[in-house]
């Protein structure tokens, strides 16, 4: 990302490169961007340095009306080019903070992740929390969906599932049998430019990425994978990440679709999270116990893993991420950890050992709200840390290969919620790790529930469901 380091270097950019406009954006609760953009002739300095106002009580779950008054302000260090504009655009991503005094907000996500970071620092756990996530969505030539009282349904379109059969010039080449197209190499992988035009604004936005690739989904599943970074910038990239991929989805003519399990059947989009601390730039992973990981290693991951149903409400923070975590797909569906296992809720890559050394946190999908998702796991992590966490004494590993099968009833720790109703409920009795130092405030973590409890769960479990008719309809 462009850096400026004074209020007047960015001014000086602006006019130097004749950008027409300044855009600042923020995230909601459920991590969707706003914005709010500026002409080049109202921008000024005070502007930049206490931020624009706006309407909070618009956004769901931050203020109501009687005290909606919130701003934006830029963050300087979070700066990019936006291609999106036809107009030459600087963005920025902003930091929600009180009108009038400036002061950040506990409602902020991006500022609770800031927390985060800063309570890590200041327990003098490490100087840095790195990550690494992964992008996985499909893209569709066509998506259609709608709901109402009368009628529900969806239909998609792909050339690896042989419909619609006019949305490409050869649709046969895209077609696979399921669980026959990873890694496939053109021309049966029909997205190489589409992903690489994706990977290459990503990269030049100074998200790094490492690679990029078809995935096991045939009916157009992809991944970009990207690079280390510091966990805000991490959290930033995903979100800038996901924007501009719809964005090059759009002028394409395609769908960029980012649900955790679109298709019943098929493999669901995953965004696993690599990560590891740091301390005056040396690994605090690195080790010589299991997997190569270090005793701190291990209680941070023990931290995450003992914690792990209430993280799972920021992780998988929908009900249709609960549809992914089945059996079958590379997906776990039991809290532990292993080497090289996919199937294990964190594994430690086999290819990654000494100054390398890195665990991957597997469970999270793709419409988990980054910083908040980040949030969670390091402050579970440095909990870990702090009460020497095993995770042998919790059943929750190392295992190689199977884990012995455990009582649910007697040890339910050890298992992923079975659905979003489990995971609030979770997180509603499990919470003190988060809120230490202030990071997560009580009533942010009370909003959010009633949040998922009115505006998600409730009405999905009150609609009928397509499958209901075809079941019971003559019953």
């Known amino acids: ?19 027409a406009q300044f855009d600042i954006k923020f995230c909601d609760l459920t991590g969707r961007w706003h914005h709010i953009t500026i002409l080049r002739d109202s921008l000024d300095a005070r502007l930049i340095e206490i931020g624009v106002g706006f309407d909070s009580s618009s956004i769901p779950r931050f203020r109501d009306v009687r005290q909606g008054d919130m701003a934006v302000r830029p963050d300087l260090s979070a700066c990019f080019m936006d291609t999106t504009f036809d107009s030459p655009t600087l963005s920025s991503i902003g930091d929600i903070v009180e009108a009038g005094s400036g002061d950040p907000t506990t409602l902020d996500p991006r500022g609770i992740l800031k927390r ?20 996985e969505f499909y893209l569709f030539t066509q998506a259609e969906f709608m709901n109402d009282p009368y009628s529900a349904s969806f239909s998609i379109g792909s050339p690896g599932i042989g419909r619609p059969r006019d949305a490409m010039s050869n649709p046969a080449y895209g077609r696979m049998m399921e669980g026959q197209g990873y890694l496939i190499a053109y021309p049966q992988d029909i997205w190489q430019n589409q992903r690489s035009e994706m990977a290459d604004a990503i990269s030049k936005c100074g998200i790094p990425v490492r690679y990029h690739h078809i995935e096991v989904g045939v009916a157009g599943q992809q991944e970009i ?18 924007y501009l991929i719809r964005d090059i989805a759009v002028k394409e003519g395609i769908e960029a679709c980012f649900l955790p399990k679109p298709i019943a059947g098929a493999a669901g989009n995953g965004q696993h999270v690599h990560f590891r601390l740091l301390k005056k ?61 996919r199937e294990a809720a964190i594994r430690i890559p086999k290819y990654s050992v000494g100054k390398h050394a890195r665990c991957e946190f597997r469970p999270g999908d793709p419409t988990m709200n980054p910083y908040l998702a980040v949030a969670a796991l390091l402050m579970a992590g440095i909990d870990g840390i702090k009460n020497k ?20 009833n007697e040890n339910q ?41 009115e505006n998600e769960l409730h009405p999905i479990e009150g609609a009928p469901h397509p499958l209901e008719y075809e079941m019971y309809w003559g019953l």
């Not at 990302?1 to 950008?19: A, Q, W």
């Not at 059943?395 to 455990?406: A, K, N, S, T, Y």
């Open 225 to 242: 994978e990207l690079g280390f970074s510091d966990a805000l910038t991490a959290a930033d990239g995903v979100l800038l990440s996901k």
């Open 116 to 135: 985060a970071l800063d309570h890590m620092k200041e327990n003098k756990i490490a100087d840095n929390f790195v990550c690494a996530p992964e992008m």
């Open 413 to 453: 720790r050890c298992f992923l919620p079975e659905d979003l109703r489990s995971a609030i409920k979770s997180l509603q009795n499990d919470n003190e790790f988060l809120t230490a130092g202030g990071v997560f405030d009580p009533t942010f973590i009370k909003n959010y529930i009633e949040f998922k409890l």
């Open 1 to 19: 990302m462009i850096t400026f380091n004074s209020t007047e270097d960015c001014l000086r950019y602006i006019s130097e490169n004749e950008i």
């Open 281 to 341: 730039n040396e690994n605090l992973f690195a080790g010589d116990g299991y997997g190569g990981i270090s005793e701190l290693g291990r209680f941070f991951i023990g931290g995450i893993l003992f914690h792990g149903r209430s993280i799972m409400s920021f992780a998988c923070p929908t009900t249709n991420s609960y549809k992914r975590l089945q059996p079958g797909h590379e997906t776990p569906v039991r809290f532990f950890y292993s080497v090289a296992n």
């Open 389 to 408: 966490i095993d995770p042998t004494e919790h059943h929750l590993g190392p295992f190689d290969g199977e884990p012995p099968e455990i009582d649910p």
